[in-house]
């Protein structure tokens, strides 16, 4: 199982990217599915998460700007962003809580993470 992230880039304030998230490999189900960032210096912290059944959270510093979504048939996840600060300049990294087909149980699974640059 691979999850793959991509769609990060530079962007001027204001500005909007759309990031993706894809699972891949024997793939049995997929629970609930994050974005998370991690900013130099600071810690990895939450931006938004997404159940299976399409429950939504975000953290306070992104609502109203970010919009996660997912789609079940094709295993993927995307964050679009819009109104960019440059206080969200950070690598955002993708995670699926999952089951593979050879196991009973789920577990989490982490992409390779992206970088978001906003800056003028």
């Known amino acids: 199982v691979q999850l793959q992230a991509s769609g990060g880039g530079l962007v001027q304030p204001g500005g909007s990217l759309r990031l993706s998230c894809a699972a891949s490999?024997?793939?049995?189900?997929?629970?609930?599915m994050f974005w998370y960032r991690q900013a130099p210096g600071n810690q990895r912290e939450l931006v938004a998460g997404?159940?299976?059944?399409?429950?939504?959270n975000y953290a306070d510093s992104v609502k109203g700007r970010f919009t996660v979504s997912r789609d079940n048939a094709k295993n993927t996840m995307t964050l679009q962003m819009n109104s960019l600060k440059p206080e969200d300049t950070a690598v955002y990294y993708c995670k699926a809580v999952i089951r593979p087909t050879s196991s009973s149980s789920t577990y989490p699974y982490w992409g390779q993470g992206t970088l978001v640059t906003v800056s003028s």
């Open positions: 997404i159940g299976a059944a399409g429950s939504i």
């Open positions: 490999g024997s793939i049995f189900s997929i629970d609930a």
